[in-house]
């Protein structure tokens, strides 16, 4: 880089960001530790089992991969597990409480070894959020089992009474959230809209306390250098879009807020999933693209109550990655019309 004359020699991206990719995935797990030991004090035991479920299962799927690879002379996709705790941490805090122990480690072996391995080895890179990718896949197995031969109980990922809820109407919205506004903490009730901030034994276990998650993202995409304009674009976005609904159907734009940005499958993803660095936008403007698009379809997709809607998004986007960079990319300086001499 040329600057006033003068070459600048900008260092390697590891370099610039001040630790290496090992450290950066070893630090984001300990920071969703917090996370995650906040939302065992919450939602209790179940919360606790699930997430040693999903990194039991991830590090088993590595540690096969890896032996194997060694025994073979290959040299190892992943030296460390880092990567590997980080992709099982993520699967477990972006569990419904509600579901089986099984399906947590049917999502935690999809991710590690189809959408982490696989598609790296077969792709060169990662164009699908594992986590995402993974829950997407079997949400739509359980979803055409269900349809087929209906063998799905309560506590199973696809819950058919969710589309019994009205939320285009202001009765019918107020009405279903009767299901947050029944928790408490230390016998004190909580209303709707201060459960959905502080105290959640319902929905992702990552969702467990948004103030948490939203204090532990914000000093991890400070300190870890994650795509901050990702996470602002879809935070505001999603902010304007519960208000505005909320002010137009004659509901409580408050509750419709803390509803739509802080219920776990939003306040979590946000920050630890839409932020995954190579299947979302490079440049400035494509991530800020990105986040917005990425509010718009979520919300949209809660409105109609569809179950996962965060994720589907999310994945429907990590598609058109390469699109979001192209049409916002700078041009080069300095080049013009070809001159002839």
């Not at 190892?76 to 990567?83: E, F």
């Not at 979803?143 to 506590?155: A, D, N, Q, R, W």
């Not at 009765?171 to 230390?186: L, N, T, Y």
Request: aromatic letters at 12%.
């Amino acid at each position: 880089m040329k600057i006033a004359g003068r070459l600048k020699k900008e260092k390697p991206p590891h370099l610039h960001s001040g630790f290496t990719k090992n450290e950066l995935m070893l630090k984001t797990f300990l920071f969703m530790c917090i996370i995650g030991f906040a939302s065992i004090i919450v939602m209790g035991a179940d919360a606790f089992v699930h997430i040693l479920v999903a990194l039991g299962t991830a590090l088993v799927v590595h540690a096969t991969i890896n032996s194997y690879q060694t025994w073979k002379g290959v040299e190892p996709t992943y030296s460390s597990p880092a990567s590997v705790l980080v992709a099982g941490m993520i699967v477990a805090l972006a569990m419904p409480i509600a579901s089986p122990f099984e399906i947590t480690a049917g999502v935690s072996l999809l991710t590690v070894l189809v959408f982490k391995y696989g598609q790296g080895r077969f792709f060169k890179r990662k164009y699908l959020n594992p986590a995402a990718a993974a829950k997407v896949l079997l949400l739509g197995l359980l979803s055409v089992m269900y349809i087929i031969e209906e063998p799905l109980k309560e506590g199973m990922i696809f819950h058919p009474h969710h589309y019994d809820y009205n939320f285009m109407s202001a009765e019918g919205f107020e009405a279903s959230m009767w299901i947050f506004s029944r928790e408490s903490i230390f016998g004190a009730e909580l209303s709707a809209t201060q459960s959905l901030l502080f105290w959640q034994t319902h929905g992702w276990i990552g969702g467990g306390s948004s103030i948490v998650v939203l204090i532990v993202g914000i000093v991890a995409a400070y300190l870890l250098k994650y795509k901050w304009r990702i996470i602002v674009s879809t935070i505001l976005t999603m902010t304007v879009l519960s208000a505005a609904i909320g002010l137009y159907l004659g509901c409580d734009p408050i509750l419709r807020i803390a509803f739509h940005v802080f219920t776990g499958s939003v306040i979590f993803f946000t920050f630890f999933m839409a932020t995954e660095p190579q299947t979302t936008p490079m440049t400035h403007g494509g991530q800020y693209a990105f986040g917005v698009c990425l509010a718009i379809l979520t919300f949209v997709l809660q409105l109609y109550n569809v179950l996962g809607g965060s994720i589907i998004a999310l994945v429907l986007l990590n598609i058109f990655t390469d699109k979001f960079d192209l049409l916002l990319i700078k041009k080069p300086f300095g080049h013009g019309k070809e001159v002839r001499t």
